[in-house]
C-alpha cells in the first residue's frame, strides 16, 4: 500500500490524485485545500506529520513538490523510512516574480531538500525537469555563505520524467455526448465512431467533419471564390519577420472574497450563437478560450491586449475565460470585462465538469500566455476536444506542439487570431499531436503503478 500527501488539492493536482485513488484501491490519502500555495510548501509539513496515521503496511510515500517532504520526513521518522516518491506538477525555481524583491528563496529551497531526501524524483516533463535541474545551483549560490557543491548531481541520478496522465476515453465520450446534443441523437452513432477513430491512432487531433460543421464559418467571413483556394497562412515562429498580409483546484472563490469580475459566470448575445443547432451554427463567430489561473504568471495582459485590437478591427469573435480566481485577481480582468462584454460567452471558473468540457468543445481556439507552464492540462484537453492550440514558444510547449501552434511575439499572437477570425476554418485543420503519449490506459497507467509500488517506472519519456 501507498500513502499519497497532496497539500494542493485543487486542479490538475486533484485530478492526478482522485485517478489515482480510483485506478489503485490501496492508497491512504492525505490533503489539504488548493489555497495560499506558498504556505503550504512552507508549513505544510508540521500539519500531514500529526494527522498522518501510522500505516504500517504502507511501504510508499508519494507527495508532491507542494510538500516540504524533508521537514515531514524529520517530524515523522517512521514516514522517513518509506521509500519516498516526490512528483513535481511545477517547480520554484524559475517562478517568474514581478519584482527581484519577491522572490521567495525558501520555496525552491525547500523543493531541492525535498529532492534530496527522496528515493524517486518524477518530472511531469522534459522542460519541468531540466529547468529544475538547471537552476539547483545558481538558486543555492544566492545564500550568503556555506554553500554546498555538487547538488544537482545527488538529484539528478534518480530522476525520471512521466508525463502527467490524461483520460482520453473519457473526454472523447464527453465529446461524443455533446456533439449527440448540438447535432441530434441522429449523428450520435457517426461522431462516435469518429472520436474513436480520431483516439485509435498514435496521432492526434484528428478533427472529424461533424465537429467541423459545427464549428463552421461565419457568414460574413467565407472565402470567396476567388479566396477559397489558397487561403492565407498562419505565422509562424520562423516567419516572424515578414508575417503574410493577412494573418480546473478544490477552492473556488467565493463572491464574498473576490471581486465580481473574478466568480460570475456571463452569459451574453455570442453565447446564444454558440449554443444554437447545428445548422445554425455554422454562421456563428470564431470561438476563442482561455482556460487558465487568473493570476499573473499565465501573463493575462497578453490575451487582452490581443483581443483589444480585434475589438478595435471589428473581427467576428467570441471569447470564454475560464479558470480558477484566488484571492488576488490581476486588474486586467475586471478593466477588460466592460468593453469586452458583448463578445462573452463564459466569464469566470466554471465548477463543473462537465460544464467545462462542454466549454471546450464549444470553441474553436485554446489560447496560452503563459510565463509558467511545466506541462498544461487544460491545452491538451483542449486540443483533444477539437481546438486549435496557440502557445508561446518557450517553456513546456515546444516539447509537445507543433511549431505552427507556436507564437514568438505578442504580436503574433494578434495576427494569428485575426486570421482565424477572418478564416475561422483554419483553426479545424488536421495536426500531427501524438496525444497518446499522455493517455492514462494505453501509456501511463503501469508506469504510475510502479511508482506506487516503490518501483523506478516502466516507461519514461526518452531523453
Known sequence: MAIIVEAFHGGSHKQLVDLLCNSHKFCKVYTAPARKFPWRLRTSALYFANVIESHPDCKVLFATSTLNLAELCGLRPDLGRMTKVLYFHENQLVYPVQKTSDLDFQLGYAQI???????????????????????????????????????????????????????????????????????????????????????????????????????GKPASTLPTADTAAAPPSLPTADTAAAPPSLPPPDHQVTSSEAPESSSITTMSECSSDVSQSNAASKYRPLHIIWPHRWEHDKNPEVLFAALKVLVTEGQKFCVSI??????????????????????????????????????????????????????????????????????????????????????????????????????????????????ERFDWDKTLKQAYTDLLSGKEPSWSVPG
Open 322 to 435: 475560464i479558470g480558477e480566481a484566488y484571492h488576488e485577481v490581476p486588474d486586467v480582468f475586471m478593466s477588460s470585462r466592460e468593453w469586452l462584454k458583448p463578445h462573452i460567452v463564459h466569464w469566470g471558473y466554471l465548477k463543473s465538469r462537465s460544464e467545462y468540457l462542454r466549454a471546450l468543445q464549444s470553441a474553436d481556439v485554446v489560447v496560452s500566455t503563459a510565463m509558467h507552464e511545466f506541462f498544461g492540462v487544460a491545452m491538451l484537453e483542449a486540443v483533444h476536444s477539437g481546438c486549435y492550440p496557440l502557445c508561446p514558444n518557450r517553456l513546456v510547449y515546444p516539447e509537445i506542439f507543433p511549431k505552427e501552434c507556436l507564437y514568438s511575439t505578442d504580436n503574433q499572437l494578434t495576427k494569428k487570431l485575426r486570421t482565424f477570425c477572418r478564416f475561422p476554418h483554419l483553426a479545424k485543420v488536421s495536426l500531427e499531436i501524438d496525444l
Open 113 to 215: 531538500t525535498s529532492s534530496l531526501v527522496a528515493d524517486l524524483v518524477v518530472f511531469n516533463s522534459r522542460f519541468n525537469r531540466d529547468s529544475f535541474l538547471d537552476n539547483v545551483e545558481p538558486h543555492l549560490k544566492l545564500m550568503p555563505d556555506m554553500q554546498v557543491k555538487g547538488v544537482r548531481k545527488m538529484i539528478e541520478s534518480k530522476c525520471h520524467v512521466l508525463y502527467y496522465p490524461l483520460q482520453l476515453e473519457k473526454l472523447s465520450l464527453a465529446a461524443a455526448e455533446f456533439r449527440s446534443d448540438s447535432t441530434g441523437a441522429s449523428a450520435a452513432t457517426g461522431a462516435e465512431s469518429e472520436v474513436a477513430g480520431a483516439t485509435a491512432g498514435s496521432k492526434c487531433l484528428v478533427t472529424s467533419d461533424a465537429c467541423t460543421e459545427q464549428m
